[in-house]
């Protein structure tokens, strides 16, 4: 990994990346529909080959989730934390984006009743990983789409890299809680591997609206929710010819609190 976690980080300026990635089209769908779903080639340009798979390498160092009721042990997953801000350009500048690292805390989910009440500690991601490329280009997306759908700058962001795993003769549940809400603003999914397992597929549940399937197959296919809007859950993944593994960056945005 080759970023540093010093400092401040900026993204690319938005202007010109709105322009070139449809921010604006993703950003006026998720907010006509709830959601918008990304396939991976409306997110590949943003990484280079080696960036993708020097991030991808992440998922190759995480630890046992042991919080999942029943001793089930089919996840592994790292937790972090970053300050992302999207400040608009004033007088014709340009926007920018910029990541800093936030300490390291308990993870909580009272919306979901598996969770609730519970402070569930995970592993840390790395300082390197935490601002690597792939890190600010894909949580950098999700913020602006963010920014671009509520008018909010400052995000307070959790980031989870997740990986389920379905061993032969059984299978890994990537929502064990089933049909949920996170209970943040707005929430990122982006699959970074997919290998030798069948399932997953996902259901979002818009308010008021018919349900909407997809699967994410490819690295890089993505959805961007707005939690309060919609409903959502993952079937289980089965293995196919091996150890089935499926890998997530979990991106969850929420409105940095005033003053800091």
């Known amino acids: 990994m080759t970023a540093t976690a010093t400092g401040v980080r900026p993204g690319p300026p938005v202007d010109e990346y709105a322009a070139a990635y449809g921010v604006g089209r993703y950003a006026a769908r998720a907010a006509r529909e709830g959601f918008v779903a990304l396939r991976r080639d409306a997110v590949r340009p943003l990484l280079s080959d080696s960036a993708l798979a020097e991030f991808q390498g992440a998922w190759e160092d995480l630890e046992l989730d042991a919080c999942i009721p029943g001793g089930k042990l089919f996840r592994r997953r790292r937790y972090g934390r970053i300050r992302v801000d999207v400040a608009p350009g004033g007088a014709g500048a340009e926007t920018t984006v910029s990541f800093a690292p936030l300490p390291h805390t308990a993870f909580r989910q009272d919306v979901i009743r598996m969770w609730r009440g519970e402070e569930r500690v995970f592993a840390p991601i790395a300082p390197e990983v935490l601002l690597h490329e792939g890190m600010r280009a894909l949580v950098g997306l999700d913020a602006r789409i963010a920014t671009a759908v509520s ?37 990122g999914m982006h699959l970074l591997r997919r290998e030798r397992c069948g399932g997953g597929l996902s259901t979002v549940h818009p308010e008021g609206g018919d349900p909407v399937r997809l699967t994410l197959l490819d690295p890089l296919d993505s959805m961007f929710v707005d939690d309060a809007r919609v409903t959502h859950e993952v079937s289980p993944i089965s293995p196919l010819g091996g150890t089935g593994v499926r890998d997530m960056l979990l991106v969850d945005l929420n409105p940095a609190p005033a003053g800091e």
Do not use: K
Request: net charge negative; with cysteine.
């Open 151 to 187: 008018g909010v700058t400052a995000w307070e962001v959790g980031v989870h890299l997740v990986r389920i795993l379905a061993e032969p003769g059984g299978e890994g549940e990537p929502t064990p809680e089933g049909r949920h809400r996170d209970g943040h603003c707005f929430v």
